[in-house]
């Protein structure tokens, strides 16, 4: 779990009329605000499995760990083991049985096949995608001297496809005119492994690089230039220890690594990346699965000019079956969910993250209640 200075980005999100810091609904608590005690008042059926296990997203490892913490104090006796190994392991270990929930920064994909290999693995019963963890990507970048920069969507195309090279091109100049930029190259670092943040990522440039991105998307990096290093920590860590450097990263590595982050203009004027911008970005974000099935619509946010919005957003699901679960298996991890999506959400500002908000939180809790 993060130090509260992660929290000075996205801390008022929990308190303002957007978002509630998902604590529950405590009669005595005005709408919107979180209660003052941290405790949910949704019942918890506690019981089933007593050690479950999940794989998959690093974007989310700070969140899981605050879940579990969660989770430990309202069931005790209970545990869940989070391997951090990325959204493309998550999905292939939760498809093969492997593990009990899958996390991933992007959807099962219908195209590759994840969604009807996934109602195989629940014993032909859909799987659902839960979004219990909002944040936002950072565009992180280390450079002598520099560090107000605002960059447009189409610049952070050309720069990932390395079509821009050098920090004082005169297409980063023109966004920059009191910088004083030096004559460095443009070191690009993305993730090696495969990765949900970095599907985002690219179906972002895909929406707002007006037509500077053609590589496409998906959780392999395309942009075809740079060096990989695996995993969130790894590409932060690469980009803090070299002057130059630019990467990807959810907003809690970029600051553990003391990264600057880049205002993103997509139109209407330089956004910096603060509680408002992100706040105005999730209040946009509408579902497009069907059902139970919580999947985000994101393509508007992304290609967005509204002002004042922070255009990349990641939403981190939890992959669950609806049914086909065993009754041991199914109750603790309805358990687990519960908790995540309530008492769970409180500590996600401190985290570098923004507490899921409350419309969504009631759709979360009838998913979760219906899952068998």
């Given at each position: 779990m993060?130090?509260k200075?992660?929290?000075?980005?996205?801390?008022?999100?929990?308190?303002?009329?957007?978002l509630?810091?998902?604590?529950?609904?405590?009669?005595?608590?005005p709408?919107?605000q979180?209660p003052?005690?941290?405790e949910?008042s949704?019942?918890?059926?506690?019981?089933?499995?007593s050690?479950?296990?999940?794989e998959?997203?690093s974007?989310?490892?700070?969140?899981?760990?605050t879940?579990?913490?969660?989770?430990q104090q309202?069931?005790q006796g209970?545990?869940?083991?989070?391997?951090a190994?990325?959204s493309g392991?998550?999905?292939k270990?939760?498809?093969?049985?492997?593990?009990d929930?899958?996390?991933?920064?992007?959807p099962?994909?219908e195209?590759k096949?994840?969604v009807?290999?996934?109602?195989e693995?629940?014993?032909g019963?859909?799987?659902w995608?839960?979004?219990?963890?909002?944040?936002?990507?950072a565009?992180?970048y280390?450079l002598?001297?520099?560090?107000d920069?605002t960059?447009?969507?189409?610049?952070v195309a050309k720069i990932f496809?390395?079509?821009?090279?050098?920090?004082n091109?005169?297409?980063?100049?023109?966004?920059?005119?009191?910088?004083k930029?030096?004559?460095k190259?443009?070191?690009?670092?993305y993730?090696?492994?495969?990765?949900g943040?970095?599907?985002n990522?690219q179906l972002?440039?895909?929406?707002?690089?007006?037509?500077a991105?053609?590589q496409g998307?998906g959780?392999q990096f395309?942009?075809?230039?740079g060096?990989?290093?695996?995993?969130?920590a790894g590409?932060?860590?690469?980009v803090g220890?070299?002057?130059?450097?630019?990467?990807?990263v959810?907003l809690?590595?970029a600051?553990?690594?003391?990264?600057?982050?880049a205002k993103?203009?997509?139109g209407?004027?330089?956004?910096?990346l603060?509680?408002?911008?992100v706040?105005k970005?999730i209040?946009g974000?509408?579902?497009?699965?069907t059902g139970?099935?919580?999947?985000?619509?994101?393509?508007?946010?992304y290609?967005?000019?509204?002002?004042?919005t922070?255009?990349?957003l990641?939403?981190t699901?939890?992959?669950?079956?609806?049914k086909?679960?065993?009754a041991?298996?199914?109750?603790?991890?309805?358990?687990?969910?519960?908790?995540?999506?309530?008492?769970?959400?409180?500590g996600l500002a401190d985290?570098?993250y923004?507490?899921?908000p409350?419309?969504?939180?009631?759709?979360?809790?009838?998913?979760?209640?219906a899952?068998?």
């Open positions: 993060k130090t200075r992660h929290g000075a980005v996205l801390g008022l999100i929990a308190a303002g009329a957007l509630l810091t998902a604590c529950g609904s405590d009669a005595n608590t709408q919107g979180a003052a005690t941290g949910s949704t019942p918890v059926d506690c019981g089933g499995k050690k479950l296990s999940a998959g997203s974007a989310q490892k700070n969140a899981m760990d879940f579990v913490q969660a989770y309202k069931c209970a545990d869940l083991a989070y391997n190994s990325g392991a998550g999905v270990q939760f498809i093969g049985g492997q593990v929930f899958g996390g991933s920064d992007s099962l994909s195209s096949g994840e009807a290999k996934a109602a693995r629940c014993q019963n859909p799987a995608n839960l979004p219990l963890v909002f944040g936002p990507v565009v992180g280390k002598e001297g520099v560090t920069l960059l447009s969507g189409e610049l496809n390395g079509t821009v090279k050098k920090w091109d005169p297409a980063v100049a023109a966004l920059n005119g009191s910088a930029l030096p004559d190259d443009i070191k690009v670092v993730r090696s492994d495969e990765s943040t970095t599907d990522f972002y440039l895909d929406a707002a690089s007006k037509g991105w053609t998307a959780k395309k942009g075809g230039v060096e990989a290093k695996e995993k969130s590409v932060a860590q690469a220890s070299v002057d130059g450097a630019i990467t990807y959810e809690s590595f600051q553990d690594n003391k990264l600057s982050i993103i203009d997509n209407s004027g330089a956004v910096e603060n509680d408002a911008s706040g970005a209040d974000a509408k579902i497009k699965g139970n099935d919580l999947v985000l619509d994101l393509d508007s946010i290609g967005s000019t509204e002002a004042g922070y255009p990349l990641l939403a699901y939890e992959i669950v079956c609806s086909g679960y065993d041991d298996t199914a109750k603790a991890v309805k358990a687990f969910l519960t908790v995540a999506a309530t008492d769970g959400q409180a985290a570098g923004a507490p899921v409350q419309a969504f939180q009631e759709k979360l809790l009838t998913a979760i209640k899952i068998a």
